[in-house]
């Protein structure tokens, strides 16, 4: 679904979380969250949960209901508690991805009263089940290997907030890898981030919603060919190569 011309800058948020998450509200549901996305005037966003992909059927649907570009995504939290964005070329490739970070989940279970639902949202937008583990736990993978597996499965490797908190790269390992590792990153707004991490390197910048009214409205651009999940892929792989 091409929603711009050739060319323009669209208006997107990378990084927000659904219902899916233990952290996320009740209220994030799919298609909640992209009609939050539609009224604030985004053109594109991803849906990012921890350590898993499974809502992303239904957040795609919304997408080409509300006419709302969904990119296929996942945060993964590795070994040293670094968080990690994965995004995918298409949902076949988010859902093997999904599936396969799960499973170097540790075998604890969420407890809801304590950490939130974990719901999977089907049809109408109703809960059809629930995810056993806790998803905000990390990993056994190592950075490197959450790199690996992110690639695998044709995805583009994106730090979160490295700027912010115990779980971007800069609080978790103490510094920033330098240049050519991670050519694209996250910056969270509003936030310091020392100069060297982000020199030569491409930024994004979005909200990492938990709640419908943490979304941040069009803020931040992004120049692609189209508005679709191969234009964006395409001009992220554009920077990564250059």
């Known amino acids: 679904m091409q929603c711009l011309p050739a060319d323009m800058d669209i208006s997107y948020d990378f990084h927000i979380h659904s219902c899916l998450s233990p952290c996320g509200d009740d209220e994030m549901t799919p298609w909640n969250l992209v009609g939050m996305a539609k009224v604030m005037g985004l053109d594109a966003i991803a849906l990012t949960d921890h350590n ?42 988010a859902l093997a991805a999904g599936e396969e970070v799960y499973a170097h989940l540790p075998d604890i279970k969420n407890h809801a009263e304590l950490f939130g639902n974990q719901y999977i949202i089907g049809e109408d937008d ?67 981030c020392p100069a060297y991490a982000t020199k030569g390197r491409f930024q994004l910048h979005s909200s990492d919603a938990h709640r419908l009214d943490a979304m941040h409205g069009p803020e931040f651009m992004l120049s692609v060919e189209e508005c679709s999940v191969a234009g964006i892929f395409q001009q992220l792989m554009q920077v990564i190569q250059s």
């Open 52 to 93: 898993t992909t499974l809502n992303l059927p239904e957040a795609m649907k919304a997408g080409e209901a509300y006419g709302v570009t969904v990119l296929p995504g996942m945060e993964v939290s590795s070994k040293e508690d670094v968080h990690i964005l994965g995004y995918f070329p298409s949902l076949e490739a």
């Open 126 to 192: 109703q809960v059809t089940g629930t995810l056993d583990k806790l998803l905000i736990n990390a990993t056994d993978l190592s950075v490197d290997e959450v790199s690996a597996l992110i690639r695998k499965h044709g995805g583009i490797v994106v730090p979160a907030h490295i700027n912010r908190g115990s779980n971007g790269m800069i609080g978790a390992l103490g510094l920033m890898p330098f240049l050519p590792e991670f050519p694209i990153v996250e910056v969270y707004p509003g936030v310091d």
